[in-house]
């Protein structure tokens, strides 16, 4: 949806009603289910290591409601400027709010779970003297995405965008002294943009995968909790936050330092299965995601 139509849509949904967004979205899902086979490709590989005795028939079914789940990301935030009638639970929310009240500084690991928008904004009214930093990748031609940012910065959460190939070592550096005055940095786990890029390789549904390297090196070199969140959506207009407890990094020595990273990416990576399994539909991520030829017994 470019910027134009998806301005004409919510204008017609806020002068005659949201089942008007609610039918365009759904023909706009069901075109890039038909016209991107790649991204359906990838969805559907995701649902067979997932599912593996299950028939391919229900991988792509899985596939089909996943393009079509997507459409609540763009829906509730509609839902979040107009009225602001959202509501959500939450699971571990304390360590958080002790992190933020004793201006500790803290790292929120996020992943293309749920919906990261809406937890961001809703995150950001509850918690009042939390300054959040959001590190964002730049999508050219992505006009929504640029809407989507612009939403954030006028909430009072601080984004730093983030070319596709490749971010700035000073963007690093700001995040630290962010951190280090209080703020919390918030940056997803899940997505490697480029081959270049920095990953740390674990294990991951009996497969080995890459993740990025980066919010580890950041929790590691900042010494601040690293908390990993989750943002699902369990009815309309309603979420579910999850939190795990917190991870500190420290490396005895240089020579140490891989290993914990390793160590925090693996830990990161049987959270992010073990949710993925409890929400199959919502994990938005359409890009290329197991590593060809690259398969590992999986472990308990």
């Given at each position: 949806?470019?910027?134009?139509?998806y301005?004409f849509?919510?204008?017609?949904?806020?002068?005659?009603?949201q089942w008007?967004?609610l039918?365009?979205?759904?023909?706009v899902?069901?075109g890039?289910?038909?016209?991107?086979?790649g991204?359906?490709?990838?969805?559907?590989?995701?649902y067979?290591?997932?599912?593996p005795?299950r028939?391919r028939?229900f991988?792509?079914?899985?596939?089909?409601?996943?393009?079509?789940?997507?459409?609540?990301?763009?829906?509730?935030?509609f839902?979040l400027?107009?009225?602001k009638?959202?509501?959500?639970?939450?699971?571990?929310?304390q360590?958080?709010e002790?992190?933020?009240?004793?201006?500790?500084?803290?790292?929120?690991?996020m992943?293309?779970?749920g919906?990261?928008?809406?937890?961001?904004?809703?995150?950001?009214?509850e918690?009042?003297?939390?300054?959040?930093l959001?590190?964002?990748g730049?999508?050219q031609?992505?006009?929504?995405?640029?809407?989507?940012?612009?939403?954030?910065?006028?909430?009072?959460?601080?984004?730093?965008a983030?070319?596709?190939?490749?971010?700035?070592?000073?963007?690093?550096?700001e995040?630290?002294?962010?951190?280090?005055?209080?703020?919390?940095?918030s940056m997803?786990?899940?997505?490697?943009?480029?081959?270049?890029q920095?990953t740390?390789p674990?294990?991951?549904?009996?497969?080995e995968?890459?993740?990025?390297e980066?919010?580890h090196?950041?929790?590691l070199?900042?010494?601040a909790?690293?908390?990993?969140?989750?943002a699902f959506?369990?009815a309309?207009?309603?979420y579910?936050?999850?939190?795990?407890e917190?991870?500190?990094?420290?490396?005895?020595?240089?020579k140490?330092?891989?290993?914990?990273i390793?160590t925090?990416?693996?830990?990161?990576?049987?959270?992010?299965?073990?949710?993925?399994?409890?929400?199959?539909?919502q994990?938005?991520h359409?890009r290329?995601?197991?590593?060809p030829k690259?398969?590992?017994?999986?472990s308990n």
């Open positions: 949806m470019g910027n134009i139509f301005r849509i919510t204008f017609l949904s806020r002068k005659m009603g008007v967004f039918l365009f979205a759904w023909f899902a069901t890039y289910f038909i016209l991107f086979p991204r359906v490709g990838n969805s559907i590989r995701i067979r290591a997932l599912f005795d028939h028939f991988h792509l079914w899985c596939a089909w409601r996943q393009f079509h789940n997507f459409t609540h990301v763009y829906q509730d935030r839902v400027q107009r009225s009638k959202l509501s959500y639970t939450s699971e571990g929310m360590h958080l002790e992190a933020v009240l004793k201006g500790r500084g803290a790292i929120l690991l992943s293309h779970m919906n990261w928008e809406v937890a961001a904004h809703l995150l950001k009214r918690l009042k003297d939390m300054r959040l959001l590190y964002m730049i999508r031609k992505e006009q929504i995405e640029r809407l989507q940012k612009e939403a954030l910065v006028q909430s009072g959460i601080r984004i730093i983030v070319e596709k190939d490749g971010g700035s070592p000073m963007d690093l550096v995040g630290i002294k962010f951190i280090e005055s209080g703020g919390v940095v997803t786990g899940d997505l490697v943009w480029k081959r270049e920095r740390v674990v294990r991951f549904l009996g497969r995968i890459l993740l990025p980066v919010p090196i950041l929790a070199l900042s010494g909790p690293l908390f990993i969140f989750f959506r369990t309309k207009n309603s579910r936050f999850t939190m795990t917190a991870m500190y990094l420290k490396a005895a020595s240089r140490d330092r891989n290993a914990v390793q925090s990416a693996q830990a990161y990576a049987r959270v992010l299965e073990e949710t993925l399994q409890q929400h199959p539909l994990w938005y359409f290329p995601f197991f590593e690259k398969n590992v017994e999986n």
